[in-house]
Nanobody, 111 residues
Framework: QVQLEESGGGLVQAGGSLRLSCVAS????????MGWYRQAPGKERELVAL???????NYADSVKGRFTISRDNAKNAVYLQMNSLKPEDTAVYYC?????WGQGTQVTVSS
């Protein structure tokens, strides 16, 4: 049974940083893209950052230069370092690979 377990969310002031972690179990995903999505209240889920199987990265324009995605295939894990956080980054953040999703972790940025 495949599971994606996220951690690292929380409450932070604007300008602060958080690091999200996602560890996959039940399968190996080194040949798959792994990514982070987010969904704010009343909005659709959107892609934040994607790490391809060759570890190249793609980012939403809104987070470029502030967020960094990385992965550790040996640990079946993907990370999201979030710096210079803004109130508009407030959302539930989800880890994804192939057809699998994590349960989400809340990130709240206060002004």
């Amino acid at each position: 049974q495949v599971q994606l377990e996220e951690s690292g969310g929380g409450l932070v002031q604007a300008g602060g940083s958080l690091r999200l972690s996602c560890v996959a179990s039940g399968n190996t995903f080194s040949s798959y893209a792994m990514g982070w999505y987010r969904q704010a209240p009343g909005k659709e889920r959107e892609l934040v950052a994607l790490s391809t199987s060759d570890s190249s990265a793609n980012y939403a324009d809104s987070v470029k230069g502030r967020f960094t995605i990385s992965r550790d295939n040996a640990k079946n894990a993907v990370y999201l370092q979030m710096n210079s956080l803004k109130p508009e980054d407030t959302a539930v953040y989800y880890c994804n690979t192939w057809i699998y999703w994590g349960q989400g972790t809340q990130v709240t940025v206060s002004s």
